[in-house]
């Protein structure tokens, strides 16, 4: 062998050598960052939740399969169960997305209207705080928000969960509202004021699901979708409906 190939097998190959790693370096890292990672898995989330949230909308809870919501989001069905387990896990995310919300904004504009109030709170200042932020989202929000109010007036009204998970969602936020109220209308107990959130309750989810129901029995007179005045008649008609109440639960004499 002459000294041309001795030299040639002594002498690393530069690909080998290339390939080769300094002592203590770190290793490269492969595929997309953490932070890029995360953004994605984000993303895919709330692609599933607004599928979800569509679907549950218009077709109710038992109306609603995994797959169809995997369909509608463009994922596969494994990824819909990693991300949310079963359906009524799912069903509760798309739950509490909104909610957190709803609740947060209408206790934080009840609470600055008490503060800022003071003595001269009223029950149309109170309830006109309590229901604007429902509908300023239903009005402003988008798609999502008009799909999650219809949500809202399903499982209001439905007797296999609907009780519980209102109440999981919404208690909090409604017994600031009725505590707040009380001291506005002294005289009503506890049974008069809750009776009375019960119907306005009713009344707004019912206006917020905008079913079209109003459109046909008034011959187009009245629109369901006209939420700004909608809210304006509720704020009247539900602190006369109060005042109407208070005392009813008294012993007669």
Known sequence: MSKTDDAAVSSPRPVAAARRK?????PARR???????????????????????????KHGFYGVTIREVAREAGVDTALVHYYFGAKRDLFDAVFLRRAEVWNTDRVAAIDRYAEGAGEAMTLEGLLEAFLRPP???????????KHYAAL?????ANPSFGGETMARYFDPAIHRL??????VLPDASEVDLYWGYHNLSGALTLTLGETGRLDRLSNGRARSGDLETAG???V?????????VAGMSAPKP
């Open 31 to 57: 595929g997309r960052p953490p932070k890029a990672k995360a953004e994605a898995a984000g993303e895919t989330r709330d692609l599933i939740l607004d599928a979800a949230e569509d679907l549950f909308s």
């Open 135 to 145: 509908f300023e989202w239903s009005l402003k929000g988008g798609p999502g928000w």
């Open 22 to 26: 300094p002592a203590g370096a770190t």
């Open 232 to 234: 304006d008649y509720m």
């Open 236 to 244: 009247r008609f539900a602190a006369a409906g109060f005042r109407a």
């Open 152 to 156: 809202v007036a399903q499982t209001n």
């Open 178 to 183: 009725i505590e707040l109220i009380a001291r």
